[in-house]
């Protein structure tokens, strides 16, 4: 069984000290959905609702929220990234909205943090623009999708 990292040998938390690990590239990407009726979908595809643009408001959103992970969880370390992507699809068949955040960075430390944080946001704020038309809609399936690089080496949900 692998031991927690954020645990020193007395079991106290601690951030992980990664000074002498070297840099590489690394990669993640996240997602979540939200669900909603197919009326508030409309609106929020074809741009109607009265707070503004829903979707690119999210990703705004999702990348300022990548840059601030380690303010909002206590053990992430602070990272320069290369780059953060939101992407965000509207499903009918659900109905509701796929949100996928990419994080990417040279470093000593993952990005799947960031991912799950930008996914996460990118999330919360479709729900608080869209809230005064739909109060049901609900954030489901936030999960990591991939991660490239690092110790561990690759892994992909399948």
Do not use: F, Q
Not at 49 to 67: N, P, S, T, Y
Not at 87 to 101: K, M, Q
Not at 133 to 153: F, S, W
């Amino acid at each position: 069984m692998k031991e927690l990292t954020h645990l020193d040998d007395e079991g106290r938390v601690r951030m992980v000290n990664v000074g002498n690990k070297p840099d590489s590239s690394r990669l993640a990407g996240a997602e979540g959905v939200i669900t909603m009726s197919p009326e508030t979908l409309e609106i929020i595809v074809v741009g109607s609702l009265k707070k503004g643009d829903v979707m690119a408001a999210a990703r705004i959103a999702g990348i300022m929220a990548a840059k601030r992970t380690p303010e909002l969880i206590p053990l992430c370390h602070p990272l320069v990234l290369n780059e953060v992507r939101i992407d965000i699809e509207p499903d009918r068949s659900i109905p509701g909205l796929r949100v996928t955040a990419w994080a990417e960075a040279s470093g000593k430390t993952g990005v799947e943090m960031e991912a799950l944080t930008a996914a996460t946001v990118a999330l919360l704020t479709i729900y608080d623009m869209a809230k005064s038309v739909e109060r049901g809609m609900e954030i489901t399936g936030v999960r990591l999708v991939e991660k490239r690089g690092g110790k561990t080496g690759d892994w992909k949900r399948t």
